[in-house]
Structures are given as C-alpha cells and as structure tokens.
T-cell receptor
Framework: RKEVEQDPGPFNVPEGATVAFNCTYS??????FFWYRQDCRKEPKLLMS???SGNEDGRFTAQLNRASQYISLLIRDSKLSDSATYLC?????????FGTGTRLLVSP | DTEVTQTPKHLVMGMTNKKSLKCEQH?????MYWYKQKAKKPPELMFV???????INESVPSRFSPECPNSSLLNLHLHALQPEDSALYLC????????????FGSGTRLTVV
C-alpha cells in the first residue's frame, strides 16, 4: 500500500464548478499535512497546510480527518488558472512524502 | 528573500562526467533537502540536511554525493551517472524538520547521455 494515495484523475470541470480532491495516508504517526500545486515542468508550490479544524483560503478549503487518515481539498468557482496537478503531502518522521497527484483541467 | 535558487536550470552530461548542482536559500531555514522527480511521478526524497548535517539518506546510490558547506548552501555532486538518472532535481528548505511546508527551488533538469 502506498504511503499517500490519491486519485490521479484527470478531473475535467467547467469554469465556475466546484471540485473536490481526496487523499488517504497510511502512517498514523504522520504529523503534518499539506496540499501543493504543481504546474507542468515547474516546481511544487505550497497551496495550504491542512488542519483537523479545517482551513480556508479564498476559494480553497482543506480538511483533515485524523481518525480516518483522510485529507480533502475543495476548490470553489474554478478558474482556468486552477488547471494543474494537486499533490497531497504528508510529513512523517521529518520527511515530506508526496502522493502521486491529481490532475485538474478547467475548461471554458 | 523568500526563494530557493538552484543552478544550473538545465544540465546535459555524459556518463563519465563529474558535475555539481547548487542550491541556495537566505530565509534562515536550517533544514535543506534534495528531491528527484521523474516525468509524471511525484517528487521522491533523496537527502535531508538538518543544521548542516546529513540526517537522512534514502538509500541513494553513491554516484550522488550531497554536501552542505554552510546553512545557506546545498550541493549535489554527480559522478558516473546513468541515463535513467535523467530527471528534475529539486532542492527545498524549511524552517524546521517537522510541521512546516517546504519551499522548493525551480529545479535542475538533468539529462544524462
């Protein structure tokens, strides 16, 4: 079983749609959680940290469920510029472990 | 300065060459990392330096040799690489070893011929 699992997609959505990504992790000792965004042939960029209390940044909402070892990302009112790969990332024993990423394609 | 700078951006090297990748940050971060990313795959951890000391080596072949001359610099020395080592090599830094997201450099795209 992979340490961090994501649906690779792609998710094809129209502009303005709401889209949700999910991620599960296997190590219950994992300590911190993130969503990164990676554009084609670019480096990963931190989108947001994820907390059990949930956190929101504009159109983006992230949630952590430690009991289920489940992480989610919700994007509201999708923009063309949101097209990218979204990486679920887990910090376990001082190492960041990346999921395989979920590709999002937002179309006009 | 909130950036991690990597040089060169592109590198083509032969299998008998020796080359080095360089990474620099001036954010006062005390942990630095090397990741390798193949096409359509997530980044994979290679090395972790904490307070200028190597703390994690993910069983990386010895043809890759990391070096941390000071708290701002991280090098990756390359020697006798194979074509399958061609990849994007990403450097990252963080404030602490846990609980913080990492800042990544733009990477060095390496091609071994």
């Amino acid at each position: 079983r992979k340490e961090v699992e994501q649906d690779p997609g792609p998710f094809n959505v129209p502009e303005g749609a709401t889209v949700a990504f999910n991620c599960t992790y296997s190590n219950s000792a994992s300590q911190s959680f993130f969503w990164y965004r990676q554009d084609c042939r670019k480096e990963p960029k931190l989108l947001m940290s994820v907390y059990s209390s949930g956190n929101e940044d504009g159109r983006f909402t992230a949630q952590l469920n430690r009991a289920s070892q489940y992480i989610s990302l919700l994007i509201r009112d999708s923009k063309l510029s949101d097209s990218a790969t979204y990486l679920c990332v887990v910090n376990t024993w001082e190492k960041l472990v990346f999921g395989t990423g979920t590709r999002l394609l937002v179309s006009p | 300065d909130t950036e991690v700078t990597q040089t060169p951006k592109h590198l083509v090297m032969g299998m008998t060459n020796k080359k080095s990748l360089k990474c620099e940050q001036h954010m006062g971060h005390r942990a630095m990392y090397w990741y390798k990313q193949k096409a359509k795959k997530p980044p994979e951890l290679m090395f972790v330096y904490s307070y200028e000391k190597l703390s994690i080596n993910e069983s990386v072949p010895s043809r890759f040799s990391p070096e941390c001359p000071n708290s701002s610099l991280l090098n990756l020395h390359l020697h006798a690489l194979q074509p399958e080592d061609s990849a994007l090599y990403l450097c990252a830094s963080s404030q602490a070893r846990v609980n913080y997201g990492y800042t990544f450099g733009s990477g060095t795209r390496l091609t071994v011929v």
